[in-house]
């Protein structure tokens, strides 16, 4: 026999009603019985924003539920103590979490580019209000970040009490899916590329995936929640894929290894007041655990001081894992139980250099001669670098073959620069690759 819960009815609006927000729908309909029975909780659908109310939608709208066309009727309606913002974009969205925080509404979003846009604003005004507030409103953005995998709680609880020391993440399920066909399918770049956008895996015009930099927006965001430090996004480090090819991964395999494009914050030593990050490709052995996460899912890697490497895979996008993460924020808000959305402060002295230190992998197109090697040890030695290992099939052809270099841990400076040096010589054809190692 299952014993109900005190009854507690909350009343929230859902600014947009496309995928997540349908889905938003959809879960609280469908679970609102056990919600009821177990918890105790009533969450009142009472009004969904969309653009055009006479577009047909793809799920059931509950009794009593309002369509409406404009935010007002949300923002002004008194009744609503919770507004879900699902519509995406940093315009008219930035204008609907703000003045419902104002108003004293709680917020749940699922809006990456705006938190990652406008982070130390929203977190001075989520304390502004809360001031005079007997009862703080919250903020709620679990879905902003890896869609369906709880990274967004588990760092707002479970690791404060510990130390991180490196994040590393596959954050992007677009460039995942089109890195894991490249390897597995043995297709180009562009063959995976349009393989990804005839599934919906990349926009129409995919440079904000495969630039890196929707990943490196998600990544500041969990720099802030890692770390306690805010560092500005067009202030980390960030390459895209485009540069990988088919003898990256032939070469990677030959090291017992694959390339992810992954984003990684991390501090210069246990304890350490120098945070570092960056968003590449990488060379990522098969021992780790994110060698093999494939497809469009997505995962985090922290190793920290008492939990040593904690791993966390799943959907990063998607309808319901999206959603369920809107409703995972909503249930905390309705029980009382939200965590502080930006718990941990910068600590003391803590500096973020644009710099950082790794072995690295580099790719260098050469026509063949005598003495290529030893024009590259030079080159390398002036430029401080440490050669590990040298890596070259058989010479198809002479005038245009390729060989790969891993290298000891060296600043990222000083591969640069060995690679401009490089590029320089006669033998060398076009631009090296380089990419740091995991």
């Given amino acids: 026999m299952i014993v109900a819960a005190e009854s507690s009815e909350t009343v929230i609006g859902i600014v947009g009603g496309g995928t997540v927000g349908g889905g938003i729908v959809e879960i609280l309909s469908s679970r609102a019985p056990m919600l009821h029975s177990s918890l105790g909780l009533t969450v009142n659908i009472a009004k969904v924003c969309v653009k055009d109310k006479s577009k047909k939608r793809d799920f059931v709208l509950p009794a009593g539920c309002e369509v409406v066309e404009d935010v007002e009727d949300i923002l002004n309606d008194e009744s609503i103590q919770l507004v879900v913002e699902v519509m995406g974009g940093t315009g008219l969205a930035k204008d609907v979490v703000t003045r ?28 502004k209000t809360n001031a005079d507030r007997v009862v703080p409103i919250q903020f709620g953005f679990e879905a902003a970040v890896c869609g369906g995998i709880p990274i967004i709680h588990a760092l707002q609880r479970d690791f404060l009490a510990d130390d991180v020391i490196q994040l590393s993440g596959i954050i992007n399920g677009c460039t995942n899916f089109i890195l894991s066909n490249m390897e597995s399918g043995g297709k ?100 780790n655990t994110l060698a093999s996460i494939n497809g469009a899912t997505n995962a985090v890697q922290i190793a920290s001081q008492s939990m040593a490497n904690s791993v966390f895979v799943g959907q990063g996008a998607g309808r319901f894992p999206t959603a369920n993460s809107c409703v995972s924020d909503i249930l905390d808000i309705c029980q009382g139980t939200s965590a502080m959305p930006f718990p941990k402060s910068t600590p003391p002295g803590m500096k973020f250099v644009n710099s950082y230190t790794s072995a690295f992998y580099v790719r260098i197109r050469f026509r063949d001669g005598v003495g290529i090697i030893q024009s590259l040890g030079e080159i390398f030695a002036a430029s401080g670098v440490s050669i590990f290992a040298i890596l070259q099939n058989p010479i198809a052809n002479r005038n245009d073959a390729q060989f790969v270099v891993t290298t000891d841990p060296v600043d990222v400076s000083k591969i640069k620069q060995a690679c401009v040096a490089l590029e320089a010589t006669e033998w060398c054809l076009g631009d090296t690759f380089w990419m740091p190692v995991l």
């Fill in 100 to 127: 419902a925080i104002t108003s004293g509404k709680h917020v749940v979003t699922a809006n990456k580019a705006l938190i990652a846009q406008d982070l130390p604003e929203l977190q001075a005004l989520v304390s």
């Fill in 188 to 287: 180009s770049y562009s063959e995976a590329l349009k393989e990804a956008s005839k599934l919906g895996y990349a926009e129409a015009d995919p440079t904000l995936d495969v630039g890196g930099f929707d990943a490196r927006s998600k990544l500041r965001i969990l720099i802030k929640l890692a770390f306690g430090y805010d560092v500005a996004e067009d202030e980390i480090p960030v390459r895209g894929i485009t540069e990988v090819t088919s003898t990256d991964f032939e070469y990677a395999r030959l090291q017992g290894g694959t390339v992810k494009l992954l984003g990684v914050a991390k501090l210069d030593k246990p304890g350490g007041c120098r945070i570092s990050a960056f968003v590449s490709p990488v060379f990522v052995s098969e021992k």
